[in-house]
């Protein structure tokens, strides 16, 4: 939870962040919808899962957002280090045009 204590009520350079938030039939870890961004906190099951997370994460890519990950143990043991990427990844263009059927709430 260290990392969303760092994300919740804005803290993270003033981008608002949703936790365990639907984007249906998937729950994501965290999200900003603003810039369509999904932070992921990945176990050791996902090794085994790598077929299921390239599916999820084409799926939420043809929604309009951008996914990146990080091990838990990375975002426990270095979380400064994962807050500046996903500042970073916040700060930077959109790859992708929104869809048409549009990924906003």
Request: hydrophobic share 40%.
């Amino acid at each position: 939870m260290r990392l969303w204590l760092q994300l919740k009520n804005r803290s993270l350079g003033g981008f608002k962040f949703r936790r365990q938030h639907p984007i249906p039939p998937y729950i994501v870890d965290f999200v900003c919808i603003e810039q369509r961004l999904i932070v992921e906190l990945d176990g050791g099951q996902h090794a085994e899962q790598a077929t299921s997370d390239a599916e999820r994460t084409a799926f939420l890519e043809s929604k309009g957002f951008r996914i990146i990950r990080f091990w838990n143990d990375e975002a426990l043991k270095q979380t400064n280090a994962v807050l500046e990427e996903i500042l970073r990844q916040l700060h930077a263009p959109h790859p992708r045009p929104l869809p048409m059927n549009g990924a906003r709430e």
